[in-house]
């Protein structure tokens, strides 16, 4: 527990786990707001479904600033190398802060969820569709499912900018795992593209219908392999 | 003063695994989508890596100081900095834009448009230098790297309606970020 409060104490003084957390809010609502007046059932659900930039910067940022080596004047170290001496055990260690990951990730995916809800009732008033609670549970899941794959990566790459790049290029409108389902039908099983049917019923010309439970099975099975993949790579790696 | 700024731009591992990297997604894209300029949108995100990195590893380590120690004439520095990566990422932007169409001449036998071709050239090079320009603003990699990818796959596709074509916008926005990057790097302490 002492474990998880420190890592929490760290997120907060990281000055971009803040820009994270604007990020989660200004996105969704953002484009909720250049969407106003369209109305369909996905509406707003979509919106959170691109708007996942911020908890993907979460997610990085906690453990590349582990990594990041100080300049030669502030003693040219590291970060981890404290950490790892204050909590010896390395699991304890990841376990800790994945789970300050998700006290983060999960408060700013339902102020977010709330944010750009309000927005699609206030600019579409009785022509939006009507709240699901199973869909918003899906919404807080995706978001703090896809915080845990960014730092599940980083883990294993030790390094933030390959997994920002590949994961903020993957948020675009035309993603390139959708892409990649014009390809093979198998990528309609990546973490996104299942995760995604928890709360988005219709995605492109839907070659293969994943049911929303199925969806949160599948992701939940990319986000533990690759969580149980970095405790492991993590543990027998010379930090 | 330009070939000591390429000397360290090739004496970066990034700098090869990232314009490496960037060209195989190119083709593997292309062979998935068989479009030939689809993949370029994807591409942009390794020239933006590629520019940010080169002027953020200066910051990582102390290097800036001895480079500002060698060379004190700040906005010349910069100016040779930015003429060493046009020279780096021209070749690499050609290759890249010379890979798509190539590869569905290869296997549709579609002609290639040499008109797009040297566009999409100019593009991502202009591209890097504006990425670059950026790292030197912020000189952190990764919130650099962030906010461009923001801007260009999240926020673009978004405000497509509100804004020019991309290329009137790169070609305005190229210089002015150019000039601004300058002046800070004169006026702030290193």
Redesign the interface.
Known sequence: MRAVRAELAKLGTLPSVWLAAALALVVPTGIALLNRGVPGPDRGYQELAFGVMGVIVLGVVAVSSEYLTEGADAGGGRQLTTSLTAVPSRVRFLAAKAGAVVLVAVPLAFAATAATMAIVHVTLAERAAALDAGRLAGVVCYWTYTALLAFAITVLLRHGVVPLTVLLVNTSVVSVTFLLTKFTPLAYYFPDMAGMRMFVGRIGDDGVVIPPLLGLLVMSAWVAGLLVLAAAVFTRRDA | MIRAELSKLASLPATWTTLAWTLAANVL?TF??AVGDTPVA?SR??F??FGV?ATCSEY???QIRTTLTVMPRRVRQLAAKHAALAVVTLPAALAVALSGPSITLAVLGTPVDFWQVAEVTAYLTLLTLVSAAVGVLLRH???G??LL??CL???A???HEYLPDDMVTLVVSTPVLLIVAAVFHRRRDA
């Open positions: 894209l998935v989508i994807y995100a390794g933006i890596v990195l990582t380590g102390g990699t990764l919130a790297v962030g990818l923001g796959f999240v926020a596709p978004f405000l």
